[in-house]
């Protein structure tokens, strides 16, 4: 089956979000910026629906929902507590911690995969971006 | 007196067509084509004005600029253009290192998964519960790669 047409779904919620959607024949990507951090979890079920398991090797999805420096960002790990580190790296010392569900400030994401935040004490360092979701 | 002018002119431009060799008419047009970079692959041979070119330049823009240049060397009547187009194979080297940078930081939250990368793309391997699955495959699309191959085995 034609890309287009197995991911017709995920593909309709991307357009509408002005997500860029590109395909080679074997790989469709999908890269953009939402306006919600709601939307990019949708798009993830979606894949997740389409594609159990992520077995198919066929999709490239890279989109983040859309957050403002100085904005809030919630702590999304799944149980444990995030490290906030000194620099953009797990080589990096810790300097706190957030607990999961806080809600801390975004200084800056001039790293792309990892931000500079501002926890509730005022401690100042990196997080991985993964493990932020802009708070609407 | 004119019969004489006129045999005497006509055979004059016969010789001064002779003149023309095919050996000059060459270099000039090898010449032009040396002088762009993006045609260097090309060699040009000249029989009886006629240019045929040979060789493999990387894009059609380039086979095209060939043939232009070298229609426009003097002496060149017309030109059979046999150029290959080749597109260069893509340079994954800076983005492979790249990813190879931030698998650490992105592998940190799950140990039994093994990531390696060659030409852009990622294969994973290893284990790794179902629930965490998702996550993985976040972090591993942020990186950019060309594509994911998932071996995963998903307790």
């Known amino acids: 089956m034609a890309l287009t047409e197995k991911y017709k779904e995920l593909i309709e919620l991307a357009r509408v979000n002005n997500v860029m959607v590109t395909h080679n024949g074997k790989v469709l990507k999908l890269e953009g910026t939402v306006p919600t951090a709601s939307i990019k979890d949708k798009m993830w079920d979606i894949y997740q629906r389409l594609d159990p398991q992520f077995r198919s090797n066929d999709v490239l999805m890279n989109v983040k929902a859309a957050v403002t420096e100085g904005g809030k960002v919630r702590v999304v790990t799944r149980e444990s507590r995030l490290n906030i580190r000194k620099g953009p790296g797990t080589d990096q010392p810790i300097v706190g911690k957030a607990e999961k569900g806080e809600i801390i400030t975004l200084i800056s994401k001039s790293n792309d995969l990892w931000w500079l935040v501002r926890d509730v004490d005022g401690e100042e360092g990196y997080c991985y971006a993964q493990y932020l979701e802009p708070v609407q | ?155």
């Open chain 2, 1 to 155: 007196m004119t019969a004489i002018a006129l045999i005497l002119a006509l055979g004059m431009s016969v010789v001064s067509c002779k003149n023309v060799k095919d050996a000059d008419v060459q270099n000039a047009a090898q010449e032009v084509v040396m002088a762009d970079p993006a045609l260097t692959g090309v060699v040009v041979t000249v029989q009886e004005q006629i240019a045929t070119l040979t060789g493999i330049v990387e894009d059609e823009a380039a086979k095209m600029a060939a043939e232009s240049a070298v229609a426009a060397v003097e002496n060149v009547k017309s030109v059979v253009n046999q150029i290959q187009v080749i597109p260069p194979a893509p340079d994954y080297t800076e983005l492979d290192a790249a990813i190879n940078a931030a698998l650490a930081d992105a592998l940190k939250d799950h140990a039994n998964v093994t990531a390696t990368v060659q030409d852009g793309v990622i294969t994973l391997n290893g284990e790794i519960r179902e629930r965490d699955l998702p996550t993985l495959m976040e972090k591993m699309n942020a990186l950019n790669p060309v594509q994911i191959v998932n071996n995963l085995t998903v307790k």
